[in-house]
């Protein structure tokens, strides 16, 4: 379906966000258009949507029932009952992706996904084509929403498109190089089991894509994918990296058949997680034909992304270590893994409503031996807590705090005058915080206010 088709149509957008007003806006606008929320949208987000016929609460889907196309925001699971019942409707259900995949899908595009590291990835692929000489756009997850980019004025020749697990789902047509990072257990509550959120994340891959770029040493996304990938009338071309005969990670270096392509410590990016980001990109870069002469030069000045191991404050011999993109344990483990030998006190906690195992983490705490404290946040960093305990005993000091301000209190009174405050929360920010953008800003002020 594209957008071109939709002139006319009844038209109904489910949710109030950025990709549905990016939607509106590339239909032009049209009035009579229903905008379905499941709380009242506000009035900045009204205006986004000039004319539209705003519904909310558990009724809104019958609003919706009555259009003859409904866009999907992708904060918006397949998986709701009311999501259901307007397809059952005999309503067509169609995506922003979708509808911009319609238009472009047979352009040149490098989509990413995985659980942690798509949006470095996607900028480290787009800084590589950049220096490659390549016209390069990079949109979706991050940066642009793909509907505001649906008719550029200059097309580019390269397209690299992130995308999360709410965008993969349904997706019906995949990228020519499809990149997979990662998987770790995530958003249960929008995908509603494991294997729902590992098949929709795998989904990128099911519709063609001429090169399948996969982290080789993800033991959980080889074994979903399966054997297979020399191309051909078999299938799709298969690379992997982080293993040996691709881009892999050796000694702080992202290596090729022996010899070092990017040394890891030249460049802003810690641990070894960015160091395996480097590797997916350079394997995507190649695959789409844009990999420049000198790709340590182009990575050189590549700075973190925010909120992602991002030293925002410094007071003294104290760090503030921003990583509130953790949502997992996996993740928290990389960020202790990327700041050893160092004293840290660590801030772990967020929203239980994925049932996180902190045991690895725990793991984690024992294994770095600079952890000075862990102090937990609202609302499972009790559970956090207890794990830690259980496995660390009273060598490594726990504490609760009500919220981040005196959360960062007590790790500046943990650290005394050297150290990292890290904020890697291992959960997600729902409830407290709008998402962790607004969590990382928190903790940012929190810092600074000493």
Known sequence: MRVSELDGARIGLWGAGREAAATFRALGGPPGVVVATDAPADAAAREGFPGARFVCGPDAWQ???????VVRSPGVSRYRED????RDAGVSLTTATNLWFAEHGDEAIVGVTGTKGKSTTASLVHRLAVAAGVRAEL??????PLLDVLSPADPPDLWIV?????????????????????????????????????????????????????NGRDARLMGLVGAGGEGGAAGP????????????????????DGAAVVEMGATALLGAHNALNVAAALAAAEAAGVLPDDPQAAIAGFEPLAHRLQTVARDGGVAFV?????????????????????????????DDRRRQDFGPLAEAVAAHGHVHGVIGLP??????????????????????????????ALAREILGDTGTVLLS?????????????????AFKTAALRG
Not at 139 to 144: F, L, S
Not at 385 to 390: E, G, Q, R, S, Y
Request: proline share 5%; charged share 25%.
């Open 63 to 69: 609003a919706l029932a009555g259009c003859e196309v």
């Open 237 to 256: 071309r298969r690379v992997r990296f982080g293993v040996p005969g691709g881009f892999d990670v050796v000694d702080g270096a992202v290596v090729r």
């Open 322 to 350: 921003d990583d509130s993109i953790s949502t997992t344990p996996e993740s928290a483990v990389a960020a202790l893994q990327a700041l050893p030998d160092q004293p840290i006190a660590l801030l772990v906690g967020g």
């Open 139 to 144: 949109a979706g997850n991050i940066g642009r």
């Open 162 to 214: 992130e995308l999360s697990s709410y965008q993969t789902a349904d997706l019906v047509r995949s990228p020519r190089v499809a990149v997979v990072i990662n998987l770790y257990r995530e958003h249960l509550d929008w995908h509603g089991t494991d294997d729902a959120y590992f098949a929709d994340k795998l989904n990128l891959l099911a519709h063609g894509p001429c090169v399948e770029v996969l």
């Open 425 to 441: 929360p291992a959960a997600p920010s729902y409830g407290r915080f709008k998402d962790f953008i607004e969590r990382g800003e």
């Open 379 to 408: 609302d499972n960093g009790r559970r956090a807590l207890d794990a830690i305990v259980a496995r660390c005993g009273t060598e490594v000091p726990t504490r609760m705090a009500a919220d981040l301000d005196e959360a960062v």
């Open 83 to 86: 999501v259901a019942a307007v």
